[in-house]
C-alpha cells in the first residue's frame, strides 16, 4: 500500500497517543484502573492463578471499547466531518483510529503482566511475547468493536449504557469466572459461540499449556480471536464508508 494509506493511519494512531499523555486524569486512571481490577477481581475471588486470564482479558476490553467514546468527541468537535471530507481512504481512517485506541488499550493491560508472578506464574521473555502478542490482537478486536457502536452514536452517555450491557455478559459467559466444563446445558453452547471465551482460553493456554478444563485449544483460541479482529474492522470500514453515515457526519 502507499503512502497515502500508511500516513493518515499514523497521523491519527499518533493523535490518539498525543492526546492521551496531555491528560492528566486519563493517565491516572490508564494506571489504576488494572491494578483495581486485580486486587478486586483477582484477590477478592481467591484463586488468583484461575482469574488472573479473566482479569487481564476484561482489562484491555473494558479500555478498549470506552476508548471508543473519544470518536464520539471528535464529532461534536468537528475533526470527524475533516477527515471524512479528506482524500484519505476510508479503510485508513479507521485503521488509524481503532490502532490508536487499541494501543493505549494494550498497554493498560501490560501493566497487569507485573502481577505474574503474585498469581504463581513463572515469567519468561517467551511466556511475555506470547502474552503482549494476544492481548493486541484483543485490544484490537474489541477497539474495533466499540467503533462500530460509536459511529451510529452521538451521545457518550448512551454509548457507556449500550457498552455496559454488552460487556458484562460476554465476561461473565467467557470462562472467566467458571469453566466450560462446569457448565451446563445451553451455558456450554452460549461459553463457544462468545468469541470472548477463545480470548480468554488463548490467555489461560499460555500460562498453563497442560489445562484440562475443557478450554479452546490455543491454536483455534488465537485464530478466532483474529478472525474476529479483522472482519468488525473490515465491517466498521464499511459502515464508516456508507452513503448515510457519510451524510450524518
Not at 47 to 66: E, H, I, N, R
Not at 122 to 138: D, R
Not at 211 to 221: F, H, I, V, W
Request: proline letters at 5%; a positive charge.
Amino acid at each position: 500500500m502507499s503512502s497515502s494509506f500508511w500516513l493518515p493511519v499514523y497521523t491519527l494512531w499518533r493523535r490518539d497517543l498525543i492526546r492521551f499523555w496531555r491528560e492528566r486524569t486519563r493517565v491516572l486512571g490508564f494506571l489504576g484502573t488494572p491494578v483495581i481490577f486485580w486486587l478486586i477481581v483477582g484477590s477478592g475471588f481467591g484463586d488468583m492463578a484461575y482469574f488472573f486470564p479473566g482479569t487481564l482479558t476484561l482489562s484491555v476490553m473494558f479500555s478498549a471499547l470506552f476508548s471508543m467514546m473519544s470518536l464520539i468527541e471528535d464529532r461534536r468537535e468537528g475533526f470527524l466531518l475533516s477527515m471524512m471530507v479528506s482524500p484519505a481512504p476510508r479503510a485508513s481512517m479507521v485503521l488509524g483510529k481503532v490502532l490508536g485506541s487499541s494501543t493505549l488499550a494494550w498497554m493498560q493491560a501490560l501493566v497487569l503482566l507485573a502481577f505474574l508472578p503474585l498469581a504463581g506464574f513463572s515469567v519468561t521473555p517467551l511466556l511475555l511475547a506470547q502474552l503482549a502478542g494476544t492481548l493486541f490482537l484483543i485490544a484490537f478486536a474489541f477497539t474495533s468493536l466499540g467503533f462500530l457502536f460509536a459511529w451510529k452514536m452521538d451521545s457518550t452517555q448512551g454509548f457507556h449504557a449500550i457498552m455496559n450491557l454488552v460487556l458484562f455478559p460476554l465476561w461473565m459467559v467467557s470462562g472467566s469466572l467458571f469453566t466450560m466444563a462446569q457448565a451446563h446445558g445451553p451455558m456450554q453452547w452460549l461459553m463457544r459461540a462468545n468469541p470472548l471465551t477463545y480470548s480468554v482460553a488463548a490467555i489461560r493456554r499460555i500460562l498453563n499449556p497442560a489445562l484440562t478444563d475443557g478450554s479452546p485449544e490455543l491454536r483455534l483460541s488465537i485464530l478466532v480471536t483474529l478472525v474476529c479482529g479483522v472482519a468488525l474492522w473490515l465491517l466498521s470500514t464499511l459502515v464508516a464508508g456508507s452513503k448515510t453515515t457519510r451524510s450524518q457526519a
